[in-house]
């Protein structure tokens, strides 16, 4: 017997019940928190209750987690085995990739991040932003979605994410389509 059905009768069985959920949907949401947890020790490149690294618990042949995330470089062309910098390297891969628009980047002054505008026939239908993992602006959403433009981010510094060509592709042509 719950506290108000105690105090109050039959009428206090209804609060309690709802007293129980609450109870229950608190519980739930903790289990999500420990998971999310959970999940940033691991892109942090730590375990569980350790401070061991991530790589350590894959060997070289199991190699990348994903197409563009994991221990192990993977051999697709990715930012960081492209040889140029991360602004050239997105650069090459949109103007390869999505010859139908215009694309306009901006950067801001710290080179931490950059924007890339993609238009078509005057109208801008996407903007990509390649930041920092440290920035956590999200100002340039915002602004985008005020303005009804798509958004996509990447972190052109985020350990084990690579950024490989098929991976950004993939994601900017996603975006486009809706």
């Given at each position: 017997?719950?506290?108000?059905?105690?105090?109050f009768g039959e009428?206090?069985?209804?609060?309690?019940?709802?007293?129980?959920?609450?109870?229950?949907?608190?519980?739930?949401?903790?289990?999500?928190?420990?998971?999310?947890?959970?999940?940033?020790?691991?892109?942090?490149?730590?375990?569980?209750?350790?401070?061991?690294?991530?790589?350590?618990?894959?060997?070289?042949?199991?190699?990348?987690?994903?197409?563009?995330?994991?221990?192990?470089?993977?051999?697709?062309?990715?930012?960081?085995?492209?040889?140029?910098?991360?602004?050239?390297?997105?650069?090459?891969?949109?103007?390869?990739?999505?010859?139908?628009?215009?694309?306009?980047?901006?950067?801001?002054?710290?080179?931490?991040?950059?924007?890339?505008?993609?238009?078509?026939?005057?109208?801008?239908?996407?903007?990509?932003?390649?930041?920092?993992?440290?920035?956590?602006?999200?100002?340039?959403?915002?602004?985008?979605?005020?303005?009804?433009?798509?958004?996509?981010?990447?972190?052109?510094?985020?350990?084990?994410?690579?950024?490989?060509?098929?991976?950004?592709?993939?994601?900017?042509?996603?975006?486009?389509?809706?």
């Open positions: 017997m719950g506290l108000f059905s105690s105090l009428k206090g069985k209804e609060a309690d019940s709802v007293l129980d959920k609450m109870k229950q949907l608190a519980d739930d949401l903790d289990s999500v928190k420990y998971a999310d947890d959970d999940e940033k020790r691991l892109m942090n490149g730590q375990s569980s209750g350790s401070s061991a690294s991530f790589s350590a618990t894959f060997t070289e042949e199991e190699g990348p987690s994903g197409d563009s995330w994991g221990p192990v470089m993977p051999s697709e062309p990715n930012q960081y085995n492209s040889g140029l910098s991360y602004q050239d390297y997105f650069s090459q891969v949109f103007s390869e990739a999505f010859p139908q628009y215009q694309i306009d980047r901006e950067q801001n002054s710290s080179g931490k991040r950059t924007l890339y505008t993609f238009s078509q026939s005057g109208v801008k239908k996407l903007v990509v932003e390649v930041t920092s993992c440290t920035s956590y602006s999200y100002k340039t959403y915002k602004d985008c979605r005020a303005q009804g433009i798509r958004h996509q981010r990447f972190y052109h510094d985020y350990d084990g994410w690579w950024n490989t060509k098929s991976y950004v592709i993939r994601r900017v042509s996603e975006e486009l389509a809706k």
